[in-house]
């Protein structure tokens, strides 16, 4: 389980930082120095770690009474390939023979 949760912690983590950097009124709304609780409506086991894990936390924070803020994290978009154009070769193009 925490192989499989500390994954997707991190990607849930990711794209949260994603998500603010993009929109940064919600960020706005987020307290300075709150904890942040990423939950998964479809993930009821990935909430129980997480909630145990934060008022774990919580409970040797060295700033008492700390905000946090719950983000239910809804649904992620498919993943998608940012190349554009690739091209392939039949050989090695001549600009990668200063690295042979």
Do not use: W
């Amino acid at each position: 389980m925490n192989t499989l949760f500390d994954e997707k912690y991190d990607e849930l983590f990711t794209e949260f930082n994603r998500y603010i950097i993009e929109h940064p009124e919600f960020g706005k709304r987020i307290p300075q120095d709150a904890l942040i609780v990423l939950l998964d409506k479809e993930d009821p086991a990935f909430n129980s770690e997480n909630l145990r894990r934060s008022e774990s936390y919580l409970k040797h924070d060295d700033l008492p009474k700390r905000s946090v803020v719950y983000v239910q994290v809804g649904r992620l978009a498919p993943i998608k390939s940012r190349l554009r154009n690739p091209r392939l070769l039949t050989r090695a193009p001549d600009y990668t023979m200063q690295y042979r």
